[in-house]
């Protein structure tokens, strides 16, 4: 069986980036996904005998459990890569979910260690293990169109505009999610097409394949466009300043690189802002209020940025419309209390979806890819979307 590793360069961040502590969890976890699983036999053996401990009597029928239930997490990772689904490693998510399994199992033993407390942590674990299969098999598939419609007396009141936003692509390989993209981008039939950033997966960089394969879901989304595209970059680890160019090159795409421009499309006329993301507000809200000063007034403004960070200021300087992406929603979210982890300077203040502000409306789309290096490939009651707006007066 192949266990799929994350490109050994890919953590790599530009001299001027200063990473997170997201990104920092995800270059250890990283070093991590670089052991073999098998490697790790000692590791799962000594996870369950701490699980069967307290069986007392059923001690063989726990220990067999919780090593079985590492083969079958062990098998549904593996088979990932396997089958075009994703291409994340093994052993991190595999070692999270064994910890898992192996608290549940040890509790359960030391409040009820019976026959029926047995079934009771099979029926637990069987659970976590099921959880986990959709998260990585069914979810991140589940593509949904957000509809959206946002009227502002800026706008010509004799038509309305249909703009499509995509984010976070995350591309590792062309796999069932981006076909799925293109055909609903086709059937939708946008006038206008914007996308904010991380085309790549962050474990792949600087994989030539993955490279490649970004370049054509960009050309084939260009093909199946029925308007302009627009382009930002978005989290300066992923979309690399010498990586980007060749993802766009050759393509009608309008990759806007900190400046304004004048979109004019079924009657109405918009300024379309995309700035460059350095995940520093110090730096980028400056360069935001020297753009909008460029803009003409009295115009409905849209403004391209990949993370919700400026929402603040772009309150503040009277942005109509805010797009971004970048926090995925959280990806991996708890019901009732949702992301845990956004990469946000505000947390969850802006974690996903709709948000108004004064005048101002911003979305934070959950994107369509996943994180990568050691990060499990998998979406958790926060499934990939597009956002299709209809903008009037």
Known sequence: MTWNMPQPDAHHCPPDYKPGPLHIALVLTDVLGRIHPLSLA?????????????WSALRLPAAGLSLAFTVIDASGLALLPR??????????????????????????????????GLLLTTTLNIAVSGAFLYATWIEPFRIGVTQAELHSPKLNDHASLRLLHISDLHVERTTAREEILLRMVEELAAD????????LNLAYVYDAEAQADAHDVLERLCDVAHGPVYAITGSPPVDRTEIVPDLFKDLPITWLLDEVRELRINGQRIQVVGMRCTRERRRDEPR???????????RFTLLLYHSPDLMPKAVELGVDLYLCGHTHGGQVRLPLFGALITSSDFWKRYEMGWYRENGTTLYVSRGLGM???????????????????????
């Open 371 to 393: 994180e990568g290096l050691g990060a499990p490939r998998a979406r958790f009651l926060a499934p990939p979307e597009i956002i299709l707006w209809t903008l009037s007066s």
């Open 42 to 54: 000692p590791a799962w053996l000594s996870l369950a005998a701490i699980a069967c401990w307290p």
């Open 83 to 116: 089958r075009g689904r994703s291409f994340g490693p093994v052993t991190p998510p595999l070692f999270a979910l064994a910890l898992i399994h192996t608290v549940l199992t040890l509790i359960t033993g030391i409040l009820w260690a019976t026959q029926p």
């Open 288 to 298: 935001l209020r020297h753009l909008l000063g460029q803009s003409a007034p009295g």
């Open 192 to 199: 206008v097409i914007v996308l904010t950033g991380d085309y």
